[in-house]
């Protein structure tokens, strides 16, 4: 798509994104499609200070302790691939994965794993959230199944109570395997700045690229005592969602997203707002004001 042929629908809006890593990048998408955009921020990926879960899984994975292994996230699983080296060398331990069935949340933790040499035994379809995970599981639950079984989940920042209780009711003994975490930003100031802009109506859309970015702002906006003033905002603004796993999140918290892209990435989720953003807009204020 060309500069001439871009959507026109973020013109003259002020757009809102936290993202982090690829901050730069997503202030150029802003400006590419109209919108006077503010990036502030919102999470840093640390590794945990200490491994102790994931060298403890390394261990009793080789000591033939597991039925199988869930991966959720390919950054997750390089990073699990990382620590297990510091005690163990990485064909040992993919020597030992290949052995137990591997079942992989969706694209990325299946690509990180061939990366490794490890095949996976269960991918969950489209859109790869915790439901398809589980559903996948219950197809071939006559093959695969969970009662009684010991089973590694690589976890990748947050803890997900539902899978959890979805694979402990199917009668899995489920061993968390926590490799990464997500912090604040060093830095809070501009995600504060964001949470002033948004109570004080200078926001016209907000897109959330990633689950834990709505759960960091609301936390700030609890420390600043400004949290029901801000979803009281949230929800007079177009709030646009990278896909199923932000929404479903979005949604836990409190907060309906307005659209989704038809792929779960950054271009497509400009475009999607660049399309659709100010007819929304304006569809809610009318709302608002009827």
Do not use: C
């Not at 013109?11 to 809102?16: A, E, F, H, N, T």
Request: proline share 7%; no cysteine; glycine share 8%.
């Amino acid at each position: 798509m060309t500069e001439q042929t871009k959507p026109t629908g973020l013109v003259g809006l002020r757009v809102l994104a936290l993202e982090s890593r690829r901050a730069g990048e997503m202030a150029k998408l802003i400006a590419a499609y109209g919108g006077k955009g503010t990036v502030a921020p919102s999470m840093r990926e640390v590794p945990l200070e200490s491994n102790t879960e994931a060298l403890a899984f390394a261990r009793a994975l080789v000591e033939g302790a597991f039925d199988a292994a869930i991966f959720l996230t390919g950054v997750g699983t390089r990073a699990l691939a990382r620590v297990v080296q510091t005690v163990y060398p990485l064909e040992k331990f993919t020597d030992s994965l290949r052995r137990i069935p591997i079942i992989a949340r969706g694209p990325k933790p299946v690509a990180a794993l061939k990366e490794l040499g490890v095949a996976v035994t269960i991918a969950a379809p489209e859109p790869n959230t915790w439901r398809e995970l589980l559903h996948a599981l219950d197809e071939k639950s006559s093959v695969l199944p969970l009662a009684g079984k010991r089973v590694a989940l690589q976890e990748y920042g947050v803890s997900n109570p539902e899978l959890l209780a979805g694979l402990a009711e199917r009668g899995a003994n489920v061993t968390r395997v926590p490799v990464y975490q997500w912090a604040l930003p060093e830095d809070t100031g501009p995600l504060r700045s964001a949470v002033q802009s948004l109570v004080h109506g200078e926001i016209d859309v907000a897109v959330f690229t990633t689950s834990v970015q709505i759960v960091h702002l609301l936390q700030i906006a609890r420390e600043m005592n400004l949290e029901p003033q801000l979803r009281q905002s949230l929800a007079r603004i177009v709030v646009g969602s990278i896909g199923p796993v932000t929404s479903e999140e979005l949604r836990e918290q409190g907060v309906t997203p307005d659209f989704e892209p038809i792929h779960p990435k950054m271009g497509f989720l400009l475009n999607e707002a660049g399309q659709r953003g100010r007819l929304l807009l304006e569809e809610k204020r009318r709302l608002a004001s009827g």
